[in-house]
């Protein structure tokens, strides 16, 4: 059980945007960033987002960010085939003495 | 460009320890402002935080895992390692390491090794 709570699974067609959401609580993403890593399958993740909307050089901007208080979404708009891929959040918990938690992931399918 | 590696035996049995090494190419590990990071994802399953380990030393590790975790540096061969003791079924996953780029709580892994399965099993 996660400590960030995601949809498993999320699905829209080419061209969409789709949004996943990420919850999560007080010592966590309620008191720092967000961050956001793409897994396509087969290889390891790759950071889409950080501190809850910057975008790494080289992340088209139909990635977006956003957080509200001890929840975070991210948005893909104009979607595309190749981004059919798992989507993870993650944030630095204050809890106990500290660590990074992740969500369970959400499984992106484009139909 | 950066370049992190895995290496180390991809079986291990009951009780023993898993060791691993990440060796960075690229950049070097002595710079400030990197934390250097294990992350595990268990067969199907999403992400782990493990720990991570700064050029001078200093760790933070994941509480669930401290009691049977080290992670070390060589600064001389730009690597860092892992050795994970009396492990079980339940550590079988496909282990990544990964540079944190950022503060000590505020750090994106912005470049991550390809990942190696490690089994434990006899």
């Known amino acids: 059980q996660s400590v960030l709570t995601q949809p498993p699974s999320a699905s829209g067609t080419p061209g969409q945007r789709v949004t996943i959401s990420c919850s999560g609580s007080?010592?966590?993403?309620?008191?720092?960033?967000i961050y956001w890593y793409q897994q396509l399958p087969g290889t390891a993740p790759k950071l889409l987002i950080f501190?809850?909307?910057q975008r790494p050089s080289g992340v088209p901007d139909r990635f977006s960010g956003s957080k509200s208080g001890t929840s975070a979404s991210l948005a893909i708009s104009g979607l595309r085939s190749e981004d059919e891929a798992d989507y993870y959040c993650?944030?630095?918990?204050?809890?106990?003495?500290?660590?990074?938690?992740f969500g369970g992931g959400t499984k992106l399918t484009v139909l | 460009q950066v370049q992190l590696q895995e290496s180390g035996p991809g079986l291990v049995k009951p009780s023993q320890t898993l060791s691993l090494t990440c060796t960075v190419s690229?950049?070097?590990?002595?710079?400030?402002?990197?934390?250097w990071t294990w992350i595990r994802q268990h067969p199907g399953k999403g992400l782990e935080w493990i720990g991570y380990?700064?050029?001078?030393?200093?760790?933070y590790y994941n509480p669930s895992l401290k009691s049977r975790l080290t992670i070390s540096v060589d600064t001389s061969k730009n690597q860092f390692s892992l050795n994970l003791s009396s492990v079980t079924a339940a550590d079988t996953a496909v282990y990544y390491c990964?540079?944190?780029?950022?503060?000590?709580?505020?750090?994106?892994?912005?470049?991550w090794g390809q990942g190696t399965l490690v089994t434990v099993s006899s």
């Open positions: 990964a540079r944190g780029y950022g503060g000590h709580s505020t750090h994106s892994f912005d470049y």
């Open positions: 690229g950049d070097s590990i002595s710079s400030d402002n990197y934390y």
């Open positions: 380990i700064y050029y001078s030393g200093t760790t």
């Open positions: 007080s010592s966590n993403i309620g008191s720092t960033f």
């Open positions: 501190r809850n909307n």
């Open positions: 993650a944030a630095w918990d204050d809890s106990l003495s500290g660590l990074w938690v």
